[in-house]
């Protein structure tokens, strides 16, 4: 059974940092996205990472202030963020079995973690 789970999430202040995982299970994953949404809005891109780690692409909102990073070893992709913003605030999901910006792309999501920026 395919499964991914993030945590990391949480209550911050403006200007603080947090770093989110996803551990993925059942099977390898190549390319991973990271997405967000915040309530009445649609699920928008953040980032994504390749297979190798080699490349990866950023939304310009977060370009600069956030990371993405693997761990083969563990299955796990991470999202470290840094600078936070209340515009940042909104449950964040990864996704697997796909590459893309467009939500479409991926076949695989985490049930999602929230993050709420104070300012």
């Known amino acids: 059974q395919v499964q991914l789970v993030e945590s990391g999430g949480g209550l911050v202040q403006a200007g603080g940092s947090l770093r989110l995982s996803c551990?993925?299970?059942g099977r390898t994953f190549s390319n991973?996205?990271?997405f967000r949404?915040?309530?009445g809005e649609e699920r928008e891109f953040v980032a994504a990472i390749n297979w190798s780690g080699g490349r990866t692409y950023y939304a310009d909102?977060?370009?600069g202030r956030f990371t993405t990073s693997r761990d083969h070893a563990k299955n796990t992709v991470?999202?470290?963020m840094n600078s936070l913003k209340p515009e940042d605030t909104a449950v964040?999901?990864?996704a697997a079995g796909g590459w893309g910006t467009r939500p479409?792309?991926?076949d695989y999501w985490g049930q999602g973690?929230?993050?709420t920026v104070s300012s």
């Open 32 to 34: 991973m996205g990271w």
């Open 104 to 106: 479409d792309e991926y």
């Open 78 to 80: 991470y999202l470290q």
């Open 92 to 94: 964040y999901y990864c």
């Open 61 to 63: 909102s977060v370009k």
């Open 23 to 25: 551990a993925g299970s």
């Open 37 to 39: 949404q915040a309530p």
């Open 113 to 115: 973690t929230q993050v």
